[in-house]
């Protein structure tokens, strides 16, 4: 069964404070992997495709990274307006299976 | 910005009453999706349209929930005889679908309460 797990489910971080959200996968065929954040109250917010091992992408103080088995989300230098959770999600089909999410808080 | 819209972004309803959700799509997007979230839960997939077409539903959509999308543009989806445990927040998404991208788009939700 496809199955995507997140970890850690929360992390308090200080403002400056870098870190890393990690997403593990299990599927069957993996077409891409997505990131996106959401907000209280909101819909996801679409972050960034990943579609193959070794791929890398950026955007401000956000990083993620994908390898055969799992992605990771690198914050550096996070401000407290980055707190939000943090959704994995892979795409095997035509369809999105996504993980619980890290909640994020950033400290100021 | 023409991003995808829901509506009602809330509703209260009674058990047993049915309700009904709208989703507008972005304009030049073919795939129409529904997913539901829960607290503390990622959105779990619910269906999906390919223009007019409904091309897969999930174990998780019982006979008391359809959906339609005519002529491919907007979408619904109604609950017959609301459940407590259909409170949740219903989400739809909007993607090219294809070559033409897998991104997935989503609206602000209905949050969907039953007393």
């Known amino acids: 069964e496809d199955q995507v797990t997140q970890s850690p489910e929360a992390l308090r971080l200080q403002e400056g404070e870098s870190s890393s959200l990690n997403c593990s996968y299990t599927v069957s065929g993996l077409r891409g992997l997505f990131w996106y954040r959401q907000d209280p109250g909101k819909g996801p917010e679409f972050l960034f495709t990943l579609y193959s091992a070794g791929e890398e992408k950026e955007k401000e103080r956000l990083k993620a990274t994908l390898t055969k088995k799992e992605s990771f989300l690198h914050i550096t230098a996070p401000k407290p307006e980055d707190s939000a959770t943090y959704l994995c999600?892979?795409?095997?089909?035509?369809?999105?299976?996504f993980g619980k999410g890290t909640r994020l808080h950033i400290l100021p | 910005d023409t991003g995808v819209s829901q509506d009602p972004r809330h509703k209260i309803t009674k058990r047993g009453q049915n309700v009904t959700f709208r989703c507008d799509p972005i304009s030049e997007h073919n795939r129409l999706y529904w997913y539901r979230q829960t607290l503390g839960q990622g959105p779990e997939f619910l269906t999906y349209?390919?223009?007019?077409?409904?091309?897969?539903k999930s174990r998780l959509l019982s006979d008391r929930f359809s959906a339609e999308r005519p002529k491919g543009s907007f979408s619904t989806l109604e609950i017959q005889r609301t459940e407590q445990g259909d409170s949740a927040m219903y989400l739809c998404a909007s993607s090219l679908g294809g070559t033409g991208g897998a991104e997935q788009y989503f609206g602000p939700g209905t949050r969907l309460t039953v007393t």
């Open positions: 349209f390919q223009n007019e077409a409904q091309l897969e």
């Open positions: 999600a892979v795409y095997p089909d035509d369809k999105i299976i």
